[in-house]
């Protein structure tokens, strides 16, 4: 028979009272899995059996059946491992609804009344397990508006597992694209949108990869969420100020970002059913703030993210030397988002400095950080109210480290520390508290008991002497009775159901005392009871359950006290962290031997014996490199070279580099002058990027139309082999007009690496004085080609790819016949004179087709050059007709 699987109306008769109960958890949860508590499980029901016993590769029962008399689907977990299953079906992208006994069984008269206490979704899950202490939890939300004409999107971050709050204003032309390309850096958890925002009005939304990796869950709320007035209040109320100028916003102003930012908030108290009073600040970050890096650019340049999709072989994990994991979190931060005001970038490189010439001070911080433990965590646990005993152990401790750390920072002279050192104190009061209240290992829940030191609280150590003696009775006992009766083999035990009583075996029954009571028969003997046991078990027992009352009290207060002083330990927590990162690329610098880079508002970009920050510790011998980039004769610089020859690594070394200063840290270099970049741009070939799965030949020419759009002056582009996706013509005319676009835009013209096998786009440089020629050197030896690695000035002699073929184990009969095509090919063209070019000037014959011969298009350049040229208030007729002459004769060649 099949089960009913929709859930009945609540109103409707003949379900037991609990049904009723979770049937009005459902209606008020549609969208939500209900976690149904009955005594020691959460039951699922109807539908939500279904899925989650799918989900969760559980056991589907039923149970008894309803009206229609059919049976109602069911699975339970327990509820001591509930956070195990949550954790999973948040991780599929499920929303659950916690329903739990909201009063005591023991004290309930007729039914435990039962309330949704929390609703758990992928971005407000927060028991996330240490797998992921260095991953943030973020949730965003988007809101849209309109200012006069233009169209608004206001993005808002929080992570519930730490209380930080963030959110940014994208206006203008390119506002969906700027917000799409900012989530795709976030790589949240979850997305936030009202229902009447259309996921279609921000492209791209759908295909943002999350923080696991991928798509990310979109949820649709009530649009009221997001009305202005109400968002600007919720923030007040929450920020516990009286407008929010103070933190740069205003309802004129910044109304999508006061929208996003209070829709957010309502909805994470909405859910989780507490004041959330660690979400206690806000940034409000504005786009100039920071170099901005697009998502493709972001991805390509591998991070924070590497090629496998890990953090493996990325940039982060490889400079990752932090000791906490709220520092690992802020050097992530600090790397998505490096920054782009001169100031503050050269405070970090000043405290990285004076961290990594202070050996010892750095040595002794960096052990101390690592008896810190999740603070801001912890103390998100503590106000979304899930911290146990053991948390907050764990929170004194850490705190207890406090003091050492300042001594040990006071002793660098650079102002960044100073600066974070006047943000936080030695945290004593918070420590001695928790310290002389907790026992030094407590359970990790107060209602399993012990937690509380002796002597902390007068009734409870009564409580527990009272308990004690009683037990101690009851152990003494066997030994009385033992001798009252003569029974060697009598026992004194404890179960559940029975609670103590008295054990005899059955070849022993005759001398059972005319006082005992029997309660039960077991295969080998009898159970009894006696009024004295039972008198002390009482005492015991009811000593026990009011301890644990107790205990329960005075933990609650520890609670209070620490949440009351929750600001002051995320300002530790925070500073904590900035320390630490900057030990950590102090750390990074000593062992991978960076340099400190100089960063200057403009000028040139100069790297000395550059490499790759990642590449070069899996390569025995790395070849450094330098680089040079400027507004005047290296604006754009043509990289050619074989395949496989380095100039895919050498653009990426070079944006890596980039990043890496403005994060504030040290760089793969022996010398290095950074000016200040404003964007990075990195256009990958499809070709090169196959291996992604996303890329045709339209997506690289749109991100390429982007480029050209957006780039400014400050900005670095790196442009590796376009128009690869295309047939070789329309390819080289795409490569060619791109570069002399970049080289010539009076508007613009971005520093630019461009990486090319179109040997000629080296021309280009005879034409553009801001064009210069490199290439990756590589020799022939024998019939194999040796790459040296090496970045040198001037165009590469020759393609070699035959050689780069004949490497990869291409047949050595196909690799033949390659060389006799070519040496065919090369004859033919030195017999027509050389290889003609874009500018028309005669090179010296290469080993490359002459792609353009059927139509050098280079006199038609020259005729439009003489014509523009000619001043026609001197030009005589017979000089013109002789002119037009000349001009229709190199025409005609
Ligand atoms: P291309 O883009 O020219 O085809 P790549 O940049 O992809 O070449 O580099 C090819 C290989 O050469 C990579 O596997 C890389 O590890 C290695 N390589 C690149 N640059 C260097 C270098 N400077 N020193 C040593 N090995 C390098
Ligand atoms: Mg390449």
């Known amino acids: 028979m099949t089960p009913t699987v929709k859930p009945p109306a609540v109103s409707e008769k003949g379900t037991t009272p609990a049904m009723r109960q979770y049937l009005e958890a459902k209606r008020q949860h549609p969208d939500a899995l209900v976690f149904f508590r009955m005594g020691d499980f959460y039951e699922l029901f109807y539908e939500d059996a279904v ?84 991953e943030p939890s973020f949730i965003v939300a988007i809101a849209r508006t309109c200012k006069g004409e233009q169209t608004v ?17 994208h206006a203008g032309a390119a506002a969906a694209a700027a917000a799409v390309d900012e989530l795709a850096g976030v790589r949240p958890r979850e997305i936030l949108l009202p229902e009447d925002l259309d996921p279609a009005a921000l492209p791209g939304l759908r295909q943002v990869v999350g923080t696991g990796g991928g798509t990310v869950p979109v949820t649709c709320v009530e649009p009221s969420l997001f009305d202005l007035e109400r968002a600007r209040q919720i923030l007040v109320e929450q920020l516990g100020t009286i407008s929010l100028e103070g933190f740069g916003l205003g309802p004129e102003r910044t109304p999508a970002a006061i929208q996003a930012a209070g829709g957010l908030v309502r909805h994470l108290r909405d859910t989780q ?32 993210v590497g090629a496998e999709g890990g953090r493996n072989g990325s940039l982060l994990a490889e400079i990752d030397l932090t000791g906490t994991s709220m520092g690992a979190r802020l050097l992530r931060a600090w790397l998505q988002r490096p920054l782009a005001a001169r100031g503050a970038i050269v405070e970090r490189l000043d405290a990285v400095e004076d961290l990594l010439r202070q050996v010892a001070v750095r040595g002794r911080l960096r052990t101390d950080l690592a008896r810190v433990q999740d603070l801001e965590r912890l103390i998100a646990r503590v106000a979304l109210g899930t911290a146990g005993p053991r948390d907050l152990a764990a929170l004194g401790r850490s705190v207890g480290v406090v003091p050492a750390l300042r001594g040990h920072a006071m002793e660098l002279r650079a102002p960044l520390i100073a600066t974070l050192l006047g943000r936080f104190d030695e945290l004593r009061d918070v420590h001695d508290r928790i310290v002389a209240t907790l026992v030094d290992d407590p359970p990790a829940a107060a209602r399993d008991g012990g937690s509380i030191r002796d002597g902390v609280d ?12 009683a037990r101690h009775a009851i152990a003494t006992m066997e030994t009385v009775e033992r001798e009252r009766t003569g029974i060697g083999s009598l026992k004194i035990r404890f179960n559940r159901v029975f609670g103590y009583y008295i054990e005899v075996s059955t070849a022993n029954l005759h001398a059972v005392p005319d006082d005992y009571q029997r309660k039960q028969t077991i295969a080998n003997g009898e159970r009894y009871i006696t009024p004295a046991l039972k008198e002390y078990e009482e005492k015991a ?44 690329l102090a750390e990074a610098a000593a062992r991978r031997d960076y340099v400190k880079p100089q960063v200057r508002e403009a000028g040139e970009l100069m790297l000395a014996d550059a490499r790759h920050p990642v590449v070069e510790g899996r390569t025995e011998s790395y070849v450094p490199n330098d680089v040079l980039l400027n507004d005047d004769d290296h604006q754009v610089v043509v990289l050619t070279g074989p395949n496989m020859g380095g100039k895919s690594t050498y653009l990426r070394q070079t944006a890596l580099i980039v990043v890496m200063a403005q994060a504030g840290s040290f760089v793969p270099a022996r010398e290095a002058a950074v000016p200040i970049t404003d964007r990075i741009f990195a256009r990958i070939g499809a070709s090169d990027n196959l291996a992604r799965g996303q890329s045709t030949f339209m997506v690289e020419m749109q991100e390429t139309a982007r480029i050209l759009h957006q780039a400014t002056s400050r900005s670095l582009v790196l442009l590796d082999e376009i128009g690869r996706g295309t047939a070789t013509f329309d390819g080289l005319s795409i490569a060619w007009a791109v570069a002399e676009h970049l080289a010539t835009n009076p508007k613009s013209r971005p520093r630019t690496l461009f990486a090319t096998h179109y040997h000629e786009l080296t021309d280009l440089a005879d034409l553009h004085q801001t064009v210069a020629n490199y290439h990756v050197a590589a020799r022939e030896w024998q019939d194999d080609i040796i790459f040296l690695r090496r970045v040198e000035p001037g165009r590469s002699d020759r393609s070699y790819g035959i050689q780069v073929a004949r490497l990869a184990g291409l047949p050595p009969a196909t690799v033949a016949r390659a060389r006799t095509i070519l040496a065919g090919l090369e004859r ?14 005669p090179t010296e014959p290469v080993g490359q087709l002459g792609l353009f011969q059927q139509a050098p298009p280079s006199s038609h350049r020259d005729v439009a050059e003489r014509i523009l040229a000619l001043d026609l208030d001197r030009l005589t007729p017979l000089e013109a007709l002789l002119l037009l002459g000349e001009l229709k004769e190199a025409l005609a060649e």
Not at 98 to 110: F, H, I, L, N, T
Not at 460 to 469: F, G, K, T, V
Not at 828 to 841: A, I, K, N, V, Y
Request: glycine share 8%; hydrophobic share 40%.
């Open 51 to 134: 899925t989650a016993a799918g989900a969760l590769e559980l056991t589907l029962t039923s149970r008894s059946k309803d009206r229609s008399g059919r049976e109602i689907p069911m699975c339970g977990v327990p509820w001591h491992a509930a956070d195990t299953y949550l954790a999973r079906l948040v991780k599929q992208g499920y929303r659950v609804a916690v329903c739990e006994q909201v009063e005591d069984p023991r004290k309930a008269r007729g039914i435990v009344r039962r309330e949704v206490v929390r609703v758990v979704s992928p971005g407000t899950f927060t028991d996330t397990g240490p797998l992921e202490a260095c």
């Open 153 to 169: 999107f206001g993005l808002a971050t929080a992570d519930l597992s730490t209380g930080e709050l963030q959110v940014t204003e």
């Open 273 to 304: 059913m507490t004041e959330l009073q660690h979400l206690g600040t806000l940034e409000f970050r504005t786009r100039s703030d920071h170099l901005v890096i697009d998502a493709a650019t972001f991805a390509h340049l591998e991070i924070i």
């Open 458 to 469: 007068g009734d409870l150590d009564e409580l527990r002497a009272i308990s004690r003696d």
């Open 541 to 584: 027992l009811g000593a026990d359950e009011r301890l644990l009352d107790r205990e329960q009290e005075i933990f609650d207060e520890l609670l209070r006290f620490v949440l009351a002083e929750a600001g002051r330990i995320q300002g530790c927590a925070r500073a904590l962290a900035a320390i630490d990162v900057l030990a950590a």
């Open 828 to 841: 033919d063209e030195l017999s027509r004179g050389g290889r003609p070019s874009f500018s028309g000037t």
